[in-house]
């Protein structure tokens, strides 16, 4: 059973970096996507970004790219958001998730992590 954990939120001012990270353990695919979405307060989780764990294919929503990037650490089985530039808008839950396709849907994946909260102020 593939298990998940998100860590490295916090709160920033407005302007401010974090560095999310997601640890993956057990049986996984060999062949398989990472991906970051996020719920806001009041709003349906959306995607934000995915990388291919083989070949490390990356995107991004539109409204993250040029302030976020992922990426992957295949001997640690972790993959990380680094978040940058940061708005009270991108407050929110941050969720990662792992799947057989590099997708931005959520029904492309099929474990998620507990989340981890990001919270922006003005």
């Known amino acids: 059973q593939v298990q998940l954990r998100e860590s490295g939120g916090g709160s920033v001012q407005a302007g401010g970096s974090l560095r999310l990270s997601c640890t993956v353990s057990?049986?996984?695919?060999?062949?398989?996507?990472v991906g970051w979405f996020r719920q806001a307060p009041g709003k349906e989780r959306e995607f934000v970004a995915a990388?291919?764990?083989?070949?490390?294919?990356?995107f991004y929503a539109d409204s993250v790219k040029g302030r976020f990037s992922i990426s992957r650490d295949n001997a640690k089985n972790t993959v990380y958001l680094q978040v940058s530039s940061l708005r009270p808008e991108d407050t929110a839950v941050f969720y990662c998730?792992?799947?057989?396709?590099?997708?931005?849907?959520?029904?492309?994946?099929?474990?998620w992590g507990p989340g981890t909260q990001v919270t922006v102020s003005a």
């Open positions: 057990g049986r996984t695919f060999s062949r398989y996507a």
């Open positions: 998730a792992t799947g057989g396709l590099t997708s931005r849907h959520e029904y492309d994946y099929n474990a």
């Open positions: 990388v291919d764990w083989s070949d490390g294919f990356t």
